[in-house]
């Protein structure tokens, strides 16, 4: 916005309007025009200050002028604007003189056309004002374009950032999840090995102590506590690192989610897979899509309230997708994404977490969830022919359960 230069005092060239003004007391963050409106009126600054934005097409805001007490604005309907190309807002309590457009170039015109050399210079000056105004809305015409190509490149930036940032979580969770399979097997191979080796001394001791009761009570105690320390071990083995899950796939390792559920979180969960199905999906996707589904079945063990959940694999149209439903409580997903449901915060990031997961894997995550209605998560992600053996068809098969009734 320009200052309007007038070619004669101002407050006697404004005090001559006696129709088409109006005085306006307009309170701190009033807007006075917005981006887009109909131009149909010149406004005065006689007190306060106001705050010039534009918006651009990805909507983002930038402020291009802050006007002060004696300055026109919305001016340039005066050579031919039709539409206001930004917002003016009040910054405080100001008074501002609204004159309408056919009223303000009535009283120019009658202005230029008083007297020779008072007409010839106001008329020189309404050119240089015009030629003003012009030059100001081609420098806010460039600089709206300058402000839209920094928002695109801002919001290429952002998505290159996150694509990264998807990329090193996903890193991060498989270097955990080799990391854990590495101990898992330093578990297996040697501690497990060695409390089996003890028990087998005790049991070799237990025979030359054979009539010592101190002794043999002493001995059992000892294997009685490498007996615990054995079963244990393997479920420590277990919880970091299934090994059906690494050696014969999702599908095996989903199954095994049934008896992991019922054992350590009281949930009775159902698998239904195909019965032909065998996926030969990445290591990555295997571990991801497990970690994945285990916690969905963890959360809806606490939250659900029934101690039941379904887990339903199957692939359409190159397209494997995992359903995991329960009837139970159900939640607000407004809540959860606020961070104020009674799941606290860990739900939040828990279900955070899984999506970006998706993300990295190419994937998408889906969650509906009604009070009082159930929860219902889909992960579903798109196969590569290469990783398959043969393309899988589902209508027609007959698909099985695997529950832990049997």
């Keep these: 916005m320009a200052r309007m230069q007038m070619p004669i005092n101002l407050e006697t060239f404004l005090a001559k309007v006696d129709k088409g003004k109006t005085i306006l007391t307009s309170p701190k963050k009033q807007i006075i025009f917005s981006q887009g409106d109909t131009t149909d009126a010149v406004f005065y600054i006689q007190s306060g200050k106001v705050k010039v934005t534009v918006v651009s097409e990805q909507g983002k805001e930038a402020v291009i002028a802050i006007l002060e007490r004696g300055t026109f604005l919305g001016e340039s309907c005066l050579v031919g604007q039709t539409v206001r190309t930004a917002t003016a807002t009040t910054l405080e309590d100001s008074r501002i003189l609204r004159i309408d457009k056919a009223v303000m170039l009535c009283m120019l015109h009658e202005h230029d056309s008083r007297g020779n050399d008072d007409d010839r210079s106001g008329m020189t000056e309404r050119r240089q004002t015009e030629h003003r105004l012009r030059h100001a809305q081609a420098r806010l015409q460039r600089r709206n374009i300058e402000l839209e190509q920094a928002v695109k490149d801002k919001a290429m930036d952002l998505r290159q950032l996150q694509e990264r940032l998807r990329a090193l979580t996903s890193e991060v969770e498989l270097i955990e999840q080799r990391e854990r399979k590495r101990l898992a097997n330093e578990l297996h191979d040697h501690l497990q090995q060695m409390l089996v080796v003890g028990k087998l001394m005790i049991g070799r001791g237990k025979r030359f102590a054979g009539g010592v009761p101190e002794c043999e009570m002493t001995l059992k105690k000892v294997d009685d506590i490498l007996s ?30 049934v008896e992991y559920m019922k054992k350590n979180h009281e949930q009775a969960v159902t698998v239904i897979v195909s019965d032909d199905q065998d996926l030969k999906l990445p290591e990555n996707q295997v571990i991801l899509l497990f970690q994945s589904v285990r916690e969905l079945l963890i959360n809806s063990s606490k939250h659900a309230g029934t101690g039941e959940a379904r887990v339903q694999m ?3 149209n190159d397209h494997l997708q995992i359903e995991v439903r329960d009837e139970g409580a159900g939640f607000d997903l407004a809540a959860v994404a606020a961070g104020t449901s009674s799941g606290g915060i860990s739900s939040k990031f828990g279900l955070l977490s899984i999506q970006e997961r998706m993300r990295a894997l190419g994937g998408s995550f889906t969650i509906d969830s009604i009070l009082g209605q159930g929860t219902t998560a889909k992960l579903i992600l798109r196969l590569a022919r290469s ?20």
């Design 314 to 316: 199957e692939e359409r």
């Design 228 to 257: 615990k320390a054995l079963t244990y071990t393997r479920t420590l083995v277990t919880d970091l690192s299934p090994p059906v899950l690494h050696n014969h796939g999702l599908v095996a390792g989903l199954k095994w989610l």
């Design 387 to 406: 990783a398959k053996d043969s393309e899988l068809h589902f209508s027609g098969h007959q698909k099985r359960e695997c529950s832990h009734k049997g």
